[in-house]
């Protein structure tokens, strides 16, 4: 199993921006892909964005397409999230999560496949 922990979190103004990291620990990252998910306030868990093993696929939630960036270096076995216009309505826990199942160049905004989570980092978006 790895083991994953976010942070990056915080406080913001509308339009600000911050880099969410998550790292890993336990086994090596590019053994993984991996997804950001988000949990608004009172709200389910949703798709935010995903990057394969080998870094060369990403995806996005198509209302942070254009101001959200994933990355990962996998000689740190550390994924990010960079945002970067941040709105109000992107208040949210932020969670990292891993799957081992895919093929190195694939992404999947699939919660359910996701098969290992961090506790989540919180990121307000004050207006």
């Known amino acids: 199993q790895v083991q994953l922990v976010e942070s990056g979190g915080g406080l913001v103004q509308a339009g600000g921006s911050l880099r969410l990291s998550c790292a890993a620990s336990?086994?090596?990252?590019?053994?993984?892909?991996m997804g950001w998910i988000r949990q608004a306030p009172g709200k389910e868990r949703t798709f935010v964005a995903a990057?394969?093993?080998?870094?060369?696929?990403?995806r996005y939630e198509d209302s942070v397409k254009g101001r959200f960036t994933i990355s990962r270096d996998n000689t740190k076995d550390t994924v990010y999230l960079q945002m970067s216009s941040l709105k109000p309505e992107d208040t949210a826990i932020y969670f990292c999560?891993?799957?081992?199942?895919?093929?190195?160049?694939?992404?999947?905004?699939?919660?359910?496949?996701?098969?290992?989570w961090g506790q989540g980092t919180q990121v307000t978006v004050s207006s």
């Open positions: 999560a891993a799957d081992a199942t895919l093929s190195p160049s694939f992404t999947t905004a699939s919660l359910s496949t996701y098969e290992n």
């Open positions: 336990g086994r090596p990252l590019s053994n993984y892909a």
């Open positions: 990057i394969s093993r080998d870094g060369g696929t990403t």
